[in-house]
């Protein structure tokens, strides 16, 4: 059974660039949630895809997008990149419609220039 | 919508001491319960969940926690740490209707350090 991955682990871009993210999921999980972690905070909800579609969001910005691929990995795009986004995102993948937890990826630190 | 509070942002213990993070959540519709240990630099790992049943669950580390409906509090305890358990701790909620998104609200974690 292989666990979450996810890559780069870490990155610097300049602001106003664009980055992609990616994460494979536990193998047997078919939904992908994203969260980002600032320094010193605790982790925040981005959306979570299921059957390749958005299936929830939190409270960011429309340059956060992402994608669900038929084998269940998922890319985090973020566009015209700011300061305030340097953080370490995290993955997360979970079975849907089931009472169980869900398991993270190590992360990819992202450092805004 | 649920939120969580954790009461203390850092808990400084002496190795082998007893020690509590505390966790209080809100939420209108019933929850699951979980705690995550995120050690320098890595993710999140999952210690311990309360899903139903039994109020008291425990880690295979030590580690248990208490979930209390009346307090709304799911605290986190250890009879005796070790310098390993130095880390940062997250209580989170997620709603217990399986259907949606399976979002988990965390707190703002508890930076344990453990001094010999």
């Known amino acids: 059974e292989t666990g979450v991955t996810q890559s780069p682990t870490h990155l610097i871009k300049t602001r106003g660039q664009q980055v992609t993210l990616r994460c494979s999921s536990q193998?047997?999980?078919?939904?992908v949630s994203w969260y980002q972690q600032a320094l010193g905070q605790g982790p925040q909800f981005i959306f979570q895809y299921y059957r390749e579609e958005e299936n929830g969001r939190g409270n960011f910005p429309p340059r956060f997008s992402g994608l669900q691929f038929p084998n269940y990995s998922s890319e985090l795009n973020v566009n015209a990149l700011e300061l305030d986004d340097s953080a370490l995102y995290l993955c997360?993948?979970?079975?849907?419609?089931?009472?169980?937890?869900?398991?993270f990826g190590q992360g990819t630190r992202l450092t805004v220039v | 919508a649920q939120s969580v509070t954790q009461l203390d942002s850092q808990v400084p213990v002496f190795e082998e001491a007893p020690v509590e993070l505390r966790c209080n959540y809100s939420?209108?519709?019933?929850?699951?319960l979980f705690w995550y240990v995120q050690y320098p630099n890595q993710g999140l790992q999952l210690l311990l969940k309360y899903l139903s049943g039994s109020t008291l669950v425990e880690s295979i580390n030590g580690f248990e926690a208490e979930f209390n409906k009346s307090q709304t509090s799911f605290h986190l305890r250890k009879p005796s740490v070790h310098i390993s358990d130095t880390a940062e701790y997250f209580c989170?909620?997620?709603?217990?209707?399986?259907?949606?998104?399976?979002?988990?609200?965390f707190g703002q974690g508890t930076r344990l350090t453990i001094n010999p």
């Open positions: 997360a993948s979970s079975l849907a419609n089931r009472n169980t937890e869900a398991f």
């Open positions: 989170a909620v997620r709603s217990s209707i399986i259907q949606g998104a399976q979002k988990l609200v």
């Open positions: 193998s047997g999980h078919n939904t």
């Open positions: 939420s209108s519709v019933s929850v699951y």
